[in-house]
Every structure is written in C-alpha cells, then in structure tokens.
C-alpha cells in the first residue's frame, strides 16, 4: 500500500501563487509516475500535471505556463507550483502515484485550492 498525504491548499486571490506538495510514504514501487489531478464541482476529475522518476513532465493544455510540477525522489514528495491563478482553477487537487503501464495507482484525499475573484 502507499499513502499520498496532500498539503498546501487554500484560499487565495486571483493572480495570487499556491504551492502543493504530496508526501508518498508505504511500499513506494519504481518507476513511477506521479501526478496532480484536480476535480471541480459538477465537473469530472482531470489532469493536472505528470512527472516521471526520471523527470519528464506532461502538463494539461489549460496550465501550461502557469503550473510547475516536480519531485524529489530522495524525500518521495511531488510538488505544484501554480503561479497566476485564475477562479477557473478552483477544485480539489488529487495527487496520484501509478506505475508506468497504469496497472497500480493510488490516490490521496485531496487538497482544494480556492481562487477569488
């Protein structure tokens, strides 16, 4: 088992900086990929942002150049800066953790991210 424990979310004013942060701890496997997905309300859960172990990233479309996802592997931690925030970012963020072909994944609780107008 592996338990994602997210951090860092809050309430902030639009063009306003967040950073997330996950703790990955329990039987970690690797590689992995390890992620940031966020859900809105009345919306399906989507992508956020990936990075590898070895440190390729993959953003979504609607973050590109305002989010930085990375990891420090020594300390099993991923990390989401998001920089110039804007209301439509407002969810609860997701970590996820899954090997690379996707067979073992695991999520955390969730962390929400609130941006005013």
């Known amino acids: 088992q592996v338990r994602l424990v997210e951090s860092g979310g809050g309430l902030v004013q639009a063009g306003g900086s967040l950073r997330l942060s996950c703790a990955a701890s329990?039987?970690?496997?690797?590689?992995?990929?390890m992620g940031w997905y966020r859900q809105a309300p009345g919306k399906q859960r989507e992508l956020v942002a990936t990075?590898?172990?070895?440190?390729?990233?993959n953003y979504a479309d609607s973050v590109k150049g305002h989010c930085i996802i990375s990891r420090d592997n020594a300390k099993n931690m991923v990390y989401l800066q998001m920089n110039s925030l804007k209301p439509e970012d407002t969810a609860v963020y997701y970590c996820?953790?899954?090997?690379?072909?996707?067979?073992?994944?695991?999520w955390g609780q969730g962390t929400q991210v609130t941006v005013s107008s």
């Open positions: 996820n953790v899954r090997s690379p072909v996707g067979l073992i994944e695991y």
């Open positions: 329990g039987s970690i496997f690797r590689p992995n990929v």
């Open positions: 990075i590898t172990s070895g440190g390729s990233t």
